[in-house]
């Protein structure tokens, strides 16, 4: 994964966007972004998944693949709904399989976003209460495991000063010491 600063130009969101600022080693450690590298298996074995998901408690997981030609008339709006920035009240975390895209991250206490880059191989936990946004990139696909702790949650929280008080994102807050 590649994370960088996003450079705020006006633009096709799924664009790169990059402005030539990357994202010093530790500052997503600091925002509770976690991040592996693991290479997808041709078998279907995901061992080094299911490693992950035994040392954290994830119990269940699903495959989601979002394309253009598999959303047809409603690709385009549901590209901008995940765009909105928001925030869920479980971690995030997704495994690619194919394909690539942005997660975008809001830094602490800048409130800039940081472009995370992701492609095959790539798995990424965002913690529950940070403000976030995806997208796809200019290839228009993606194909993504989806792991849960518990059972799916997917409603997601758009900011705002009703969010900003909400308990998952002050206890998000208070974990990285921005409280």
Known sequence: MRAYYFDDLPGDQRAQHDSGIPVEPGVLDKIGVLHWRIPVP????????????????????????????????????????????HMHEDEEIRYILEGSGYFDVRDHPTDAWIRCAVVAGDLLVLPAGIYHRFTLDEKNTIKAMRLFKDEPKWTPYNRSEETDANSFRVEYLRNIAVV
Do not use: M
Not at 60 to 77: F, H, M, P, W
């Open 42 to 85: 041709t078998d279907e074995k995901y061992t080094g998944i299911d490693a992950v998901a035994q040392e954290r408690n994830y119990k269940n997981r699903d495959v989601i693949t979002i394309t253009k030609e598999g959303l047809g008339d409603l690709y385009e709006s549901k590209i901008k709904t995940f765009y909105e920035e």
